[in-house]
């Protein structure tokens, strides 16, 4: 990567980062995968519980495939014979893990969801919520950060998913209301609550979608 994207991407993260902690959660940046990978399993003890609402971002750095090998309780939804109960089982979890669909630069995280699993998770339930960003998903402020949302990662998980919805075949937000909508539910993250319980690692890279 050119040496003047990484450091504006290093000036942009501590402005973010300021954002986040304002907002009761914990952020941290990474100057790579493996960094951000290392940060996460600090972050994670041993022995816990974990599960996760999706996150591409989480497989790219290694994070599930290291929590799958290691000494950890991981709830794999995708090979779960009862994939409701795996689901359900989110809420009580120690850790969940996830990414944001579009993050603001000053700290405020913006999600979609089709089945409000993800977004329900990050909101109430989990102990703990890890959230892995890249630097590509940060937005200068809510509208545009729901603009992303909306016409970059919906389109493409559509597609991911092989949904029959006019984004997927136009690459942009029709505003639909088809059968096959993913933009269900919408959360706007601009405050925690309970300190120590979300933490955002935001990864100098192009991650997920």
């Known amino acids: 990567m050119n040496e003047n994207i990484v450091k504006r991407n290093q000036l942009l993260a501590q402005q973010v980062i300021k954002g986040i902690e304002s907002r009761n959660m914990k952020g941290y940046y990474a100057a790579t995968k493996e960094e951000a990978l290392k940060i996460a399993l600090e972050i994670i003890p041993e022995s816990s519980s974990v599960t996760m609402g999706g996150a591409m971002s989480a497989h790219e750095i290694g994070l599930v495939d290291a929590l799958k090998n290691g000494n950890y309780n991981f709830i794999d939804r995708d090979k779960a014979e009862d994939k409701r ?18 993050i603001t630069e000053d700290g405020v995280m913006v ?30 402020d809510v509208d545009a950060a729901m603009k992303r ?16 919805t006019p984004c997927a075949k136009t690459g942009s937000c029709m505003n639909c209301k088809s059968p096959d909508t993913i933009c269900c539910q919408f959360l706007i993250t601009r405050f925690s609550r309970h300190a120590d319980r979300i933490h955002v690692i935001l990864v100098n890279d192009n991650l997920g979608f």
């Open 85 to 102: 109960a795996a689901m359900l089982a989110a809420y009580d979890a120690d850790y969940f893990l996830t990414s944001a669909n579009a």
């Open 111 to 140: 999600n979609i969801d089709g089945n409000a699993n993800r977004v329900s998770a990050i909101a109430q339930g989990p102990k703990h919520v890890v959230v892995i960003v890249g630097m590509n998903k940060i937005c200068p």
């Open 149 to 164: 949302a909306r016409n970059v990662a919906a389109p493409i998980n559509a597609q991911r998913f092989g949904l029959n």
